[in-house]
């Protein structure tokens, strides 16, 4: 099975900072990492996929990259809805696998 | 809009069943792979299991957790997705969601806001 680990695991920051958020996968995965925004007591929501390919709707401070078998999610400015839990997913094989989460809080 | 609404949750003693249901609208049901993703209270997400569509032989694939006590299946025609529970044990417990698969990629766009499910004695 792909282990997704993600870092930190949480954080708190500033409205306007910018945020990164890692995710490691413990081989090779292409391109085949989402991410998702949780917020307490709903359903995760689709950000990101393809590693960097924004989902219609989403806001245009999120971004995704990649290098090698690191992806990043960035929040280029921090909003005060943007506090939750964000997931990395890998799509590359059976059995998906999520990373561990990141919680983001708004100082 | 595109909507998917889970049902059939509640409490079952250790050894029991259950079935769960998700109702899917406004979107061809029949083109896409579904899947079940659960979570713990408190905890990080978890694939559970994935059907694909009518073109894809409605191949069904599942986590290690779950293989032989769970089954998906799914039944076009009323546009719903099932998961029917076996054998459920205490670490079964979780809010379990029924998520659509856009382009069978495994990249989960729509999700239902989850069914509770409670193992206890």
């Known amino acids: 099975d792909i282990q997704m680990t993600q870092s930190p695991s949480s954080l708190s920051a500033f409205v306007g900072d910018r945020v990164t958020i890692t995710c490691r996968a413990s081989?090779?995965?292409?391109?085949?990492l989402n991410w998702y925004q949780q917020k307490p007591g709903k359903a995760p929501k689709l950000l990101i996929y393809?590693?960097?390919t924004l989902q219609s709707g989403v806001a245009s401070r999120f971004s995704g990259s990649r290098s090698g078998t690191d992806f990043t999610l960035t929040i280029s400015s921090l909003q005060p809805e943007d506090f939750g839990t964000y997931y990395c997913q890998q799509s590359y094989s059976i059995p998906l696998t999520f990373g561990g989460g990141t919680k983001v809080e708004i100082k | 809009e595109v909507q998917v609404v889970e049902s059939g949750g509640g409490l079952v003693q250790p050894g029991g069943s259950l079935r769960l249901s998700c109702a899917a609208s406004e979107f061809t049901f029949s083109d896409h792979y579904m899947v079940w993703v659960r979570q713990a209270p408190g905890k990080g997400l978890e694939w559970v299991a994935r059907?694909?569509?009518?073109?894809?032989?409605?191949?069904?694939e599942y986590a290690a957790s779950v293989k032989g006590r769970f089954t998906i299946s799914r039944d076009d025609s009323r546009k719903s997705l099932y998961l029917q529970m076996n054998d459920l044990k205490t670490e079964d417990t979780a809010i379990y969601f029924c998520?659509?698969?856009?382009?069978?990629?495994?990249?989960?766009?729509?999700w239902g806001q989850g069914t509770l499910v409670t193992v206890s004695s």
């Open positions: 059907t694909r569509n009518k073109a894809n032989s409605y191949i069904t």
């Open positions: 393809a590693a960097s």
């Open positions: 998520a659509r698969d856009l382009y069978g990629r495994a990249i989960f766009d729509y």
């Open positions: 081989q090779s995965i292409s391109s085949d």
